[in-house]
């Protein structure tokens, strides 16, 4: 019957218009990084591209022109293929639930644990959470943190 194949062929243009449509919304920002992750979850350190959403934001790291790593946060906290709830991912990467945004926080430069230990610096601030023997430093494009206690480390550098 005619009417019932146009009806499949609107609905496959309109869902395949959703799906694009999706995954076509353009970053609000995107940065070219130096990534260094030292995690029991994941060992890292190739160049990669930090692409900020509206709602989320998508690490993409690449190692002789292949891409080896895709961390996505939007709600979950996904890794190539393997997707977490985000205390489930930082037990797992931090060795510490800590709070569900610190991730995303340290890839955008932002404060953790609401500026707790907080600084200025000529450049930035800096945060030492000694409890947690956490040093947080962010200065211009660039964003280290160190976990001396559960041995982490998340070091972006902006190439420019």
Same mark, same amino acid.
């Given at each position: 019957d005619m009417r019932s194949e146009i009806s499949k062929f609107t609905f496959l243009i309109g869902a395949a218009a959703l799906i694009l449509g999706c995954a076509n919304t353009p970053p609000t920002a995107s940065k070219t990084v130096q990534v260094t992750i030292l995690s029991p979850m994941m060992k890292i350190n190739d160049v990669g591209f930090l692409h900020? @959403?509206?709602? /989320? &934001? #998508?690490?993409?790291? @690449?190692?002789? /022109? &292949? #891409?080896?790593?895709?961390?996505?946060?939007?709600?979950?906290?996904?890794?190539?293929?393997?997707?977490?709830?985000?205390?489930?991912?930082?037990?797992?990467f931090f060795l510490a639930e800590h709070y569900d945004e610190i991730l995303s926080d340290i890839l955008q430069g932002r404060e953790i644990f609401n500026g707790a230990g907080l600084s200025k610096t000529a450049c930035g601030f800096e945060q030492n959470i000694s409890a947690n023997l956490i040093k947080y430093e962010v200065c211009g494009g660039d964003a280290k943190f160190?976990?001396?206690?559960?041995?982490?480390?998340?070091i972006l550098k902006e190439l420019k």
């Open positions: 900020v @959403y509206k709602k /989320g &934001l #998508n690490l993409q790291i @690449y190692s002789s /022109g &292949l #891409n080896t790593a895709n961390i996505k946060i939007s709600g979950q906290i996904c890794v190539n293929r393997g997707c977490f709830a985000p205390s489930e991912f930082n037990k797992k160190s976990d001396a206690k559960n041995r982490v480390k998340v």
